[in-house]
DNA sequence: TGCATTTAGTTGCATACGAAACTAATTAGG
DNA sequence: CCTAATTAGTTTCGTATGCAACTAAATGCA
């Protein structure tokens, strides 16, 4: 494909030899989104820490326990798309503040349900109208349509982003 | 915007009637956002390594200087949003690579002008191209219209989240 | 001038991360 | 059956991160 002719920016200079490629990181996507996407988790980490003494991961446990009832680890780490050190870790932190349980599968006793107890339910209460709110606010520049068309182009992208990774062993 | 009024009026509001509020990560932008840089960082972070042997930060003050011609940390540093710590430690390996040059400013001997060496150049006109290829690919599931509408919308989101992390609303 | 403050950049330390090695339980298959 | 291969989950270990403390130079100011 034959991309970026990038608009205003370079004079254009016939002479400039080819291999001086115009680039710049400002329309970079991936620079692009790494930065936006550390603006964002670093604001909203120092939240859930200071008031809840939480993590992100532990954070997204509990959202999904939350949300979508007990599961396994393994389950959540599906669902989430967190790596499987991530879960553990983040679990066996949230089971050490008791916020979760982990009930092992009589049938499978490598597996183990986890699930919300009542502090950790208390907690995915206190935080879910916070964590709404800080989008809001977040997203308070955009239209909802914007920020529909804005989630559905994130979404595309992460498809073709997960094609990209070499074969994540799942 | 007047929200919440501190960490007691949480728990001054025992009442948890509305706390049964649909909330699904899929449709939660700090977690879209999340997911996709990492799967996007990545992806891109394993090709320069093993083609470059060179990191993201690396990266990114090799694309600087190259693209907006030779400055110091500090300059960096607020060019590309880094944080200081990152840029002394890219550059140090830049340096010990001999991919970039520091000249310390006469006038003012706390400063140092950074540069791409010739190696360096080499790198920038080396990965300039592929990284475009890359981002190409990865947007190719979008329209023209599409990506700038996306730039566009993280854009403003940026502005936001920055406006976000430097006024804590705590 | 002389001392406090600010600024540029580096380093120390404590934590977070992920790949890979590991344990324990289950399933496959000869 | 018994061993090999697979699966769920944990731990180890090297690296990356970022805050805070630090060095060194420049500036403020009295």
Chains 1, 2 share one sequence.
Do not use: C
């Not at 997204?60 to 798309?81: K, Y």
């Amino acid at each position: 494909m034959k991309s970026q002719e990038s608009s205003a920016d370079t004079s254009a200079d016939p002479d400039q030899d080819q291999d001086q490629v115009t680039f710049s990181l400002d329309n970079f996507l991936p620079y692009r989104l790494a930065l936006l996407s550390s603006l964002v988790s670093g604001s909203i980490q120092k939240l859930y820490a200071s008031e809840f003494d939480i993590s992100i991961p532990e954070w997204r446990l509990v959202a999904i326990l939350g949300s979508d009832g007990p599961m396994t680890a393994n389950d959540i780490r599906q669902r989430a798309a967190m790596d499987k050190v991530q879960v553990s870790r983040a679990a066996a932190k949230l089971l050490d503040a008791g916020h979760i349980r982990k009930q092992v599968d009589p049938e499978d006793k490598r597996r183990a349900t986890l699930s919300l107890s009542d502090s950790g339910s208390k907690i995915y209460n206190q935080i879910v109208p916070i964590a709404l709110e800080r989008e809001a606010y977040l997203s308070s520049a955009l239209s909802e349509k914007e920020k529909r068309d804005l989630i559905q182009l994130l979404e595309k992208l992460t498809k073709t982003a997960k094609s990209m990774t070499t074969a994540p062993p799942m």
